[in-house]
T-cell receptor
Framework: GNSVTQMEGPVTLSEEAFLTINCTYT??????LFWYVQYPGEGLQLLLK?????DKGSNKGFEATYRKETTSFHLEKGSVQVSDSAVYFC??????????????FGGGTRVLVKP | NAGVTQTPKFQVLKTGQSMTLQCAQD?????MSWYRQDPGMGLRLIHY???????DQGEVPNGYNVSRSTTEDFPLRLLSAAPSQTSVYFC?????????????FGPGTRLTVL
């Protein structure tokens, strides 16, 4: 079956540091890949996505590139802020299956940015 | 446009009690789903619906029922609550069942079963 593996946290950084969260996946065919973010006490919201190989998703200074050859979708941000403290989830949907909008999530990575 | 709304925000149940978690969306979305979030396990799919009158099971459906009588509403029923159902529950919706579609999540319901 499909699966998503992401680095365990917590990741603690200082403000303006570089952030990388690794994400690798196992899936049949060509899944769509997502990063969702969950701020404290809130639901999940889409951060960025990529729907085909070599696509780069970007939003709010975050970027991730869909690498089919390494089955990866690593999240990066060049200079984090305290407001980026949250839990980040990597996820995929499998377009081969019917009802292809079913999301498979990684375990989440908690990021804490200190001033 | 309220997006996806969920009620209640918090709930405490005793083992064996039943209850319904409410979910509604005002975006005329075709696809709706329920996930549970447990520490270190990400979110796992409980049930989903591709349109009114159509539902199907996800990864962890046991102990839960759903129905979809309207496009807007997708309630989740716990038939006989168990401590293993202590979790945070999220409802989500998407415009279509297409795999690349963005899904929108509600704020969650934190459920404790004693």
């Amino acid at each position: 079956g499909n699966s998503v593996t992401q680095m365990e946290g917590p990741v603690t950084l200082s403000e303006e540091a570089f952030l990388t969260i690794n994400c690798t996946y196992t899936a049949t065919g060509y899944p769509s890949l997502f990063w969702y973010v969950q701020y404290p006490g809130e639901g999940l919201q889409l951060l960025l996505k990529a729907t085909k190989a070599d696509d780069k998703g970007s939003n709010k200074g975050f970027e991730a590139t869909y690498r089919k050859e390494t089955t990866s979708f690593h999240l990066e941000k060049g200079s984090v802020q305290v407001s980026d403290s949250a839990v980040y989830f990597c996820a995929l949907t499998d377009p081969i299956k019917a009802a292809g909008n079913k999301l498979t999530f990684g375990g989440g990575t908690r990021v804490l940015v200190k001033p | 446009n309220a997006g996806v709304t969920q009620t209640p925000k918090f709930q405490v149940l005793k083992t064996g009690q039943s209850m319904t978690l409410q979910c509604a969306q005002d975006m005329n979305h075709e696809y709706m789903s329920w996930y549970r979030q447990d520490p270190g396990m990400g979110l796992r799919l409980i049930h989903y619906s591709v349109g009114a009158g159509i539902t199907d099971q996800g990864e962890v459906p046991n102990g839960y029922n759903v129905s979809r009588s309207t496009t807007e509403d997708f309630p989740l029923r716990l038939l006989s609550a168990a401590p293993s159902q202590t979790s945070v529950y999220f409802c989500a919706s998407g415009a279509t069942s297409g795999g690349g579609d963005t899904q929108y999540f509600g704020p969650g319901t934190r459920l404790t079963v004693l």
